[in-house]
């Protein structure tokens, strides 16, 4: 099978290593070409390719849970997508396809602080140029990046009460998540127990209340996120004002 197969010990991955800081660097040099380029991104032209890099996500997506069905690995307990990156891929697509504000407010939180945190500490075993590297980091490259792209781009601002819908929305999920946990032996998001090795989950308190420890430090978070990112008077208004008539 190759890149598609393969065992860990033929493509171990190794954090900090150089596919690890070249992955970054690519992180790092996209956001700022998307910041930079915002005016020239705001061009209709650029729908298609929203679209195109939806579907792409999709494809991508779906060819990962057959590399597990074929490999033996998808399992109900772990394969299903819910941990906190899978939502956001899942929003992330959504967003793309039909440019919701309220699908925005939630994912430029979850992907900031989730998938940013995923890209620092990747939870991977296997290292370039097998399939599962490109999936893992083509697929937080983007939940990344199409938020920033919104923000820059479309002019899309979270406000204090994105940060309460993001509340509503975890906690709405939570139960759900818990409930399906117990039904098939899963530990999706950490909800029925902490990971075995050492994690920040460790100084968050016992179960079950390192739970609500992590909860409160994602929003203490999210405000700092808001505060960065909120808009910031007549500069922004008047910049996403001229956009949408270029859009127009």
Known sequence: MGWFGGSYEEYDFNMFSVSHFII??????????????????AENQWRKAEIGIALSLIVIELTYHFWMYVNGNWKVSHAIPLELCSLSLVLTVLLLLTRSKMIYEILLFTALLGASQAFLTP??????????????????????WVPLYFTWVKG???????VLKLFLFLNAIMPIIMLINKLVGGNYMYLSHKPKGASLL???????WYILSLEGMLISLSLIVWLIFRGKGANINSHTSARKKLES
Do not use: C, E, Q
Not at 24 to 41: Q, T
Not at 202 to 208: A, I, R
């Open 24 to 41: 970054l660097a690519i992180l790092i040099i996209g956001a700022v070409s998307v910041f930079i380029y915002r005016d020239k991104f």
């Open 123 to 144: 939870f991977l075993n296997f290292d370039f140029p097998h399939f599962r590297f490109f999936h893992f980091f083509y697929s937080h490259l983007m939940i990344i």
């Open 156 to 162: 899309y601002r979270p406000t204090i009460w994105s």
């Open 202 to 208: 460790d100084v968050l308190g016992p179960y079950p």
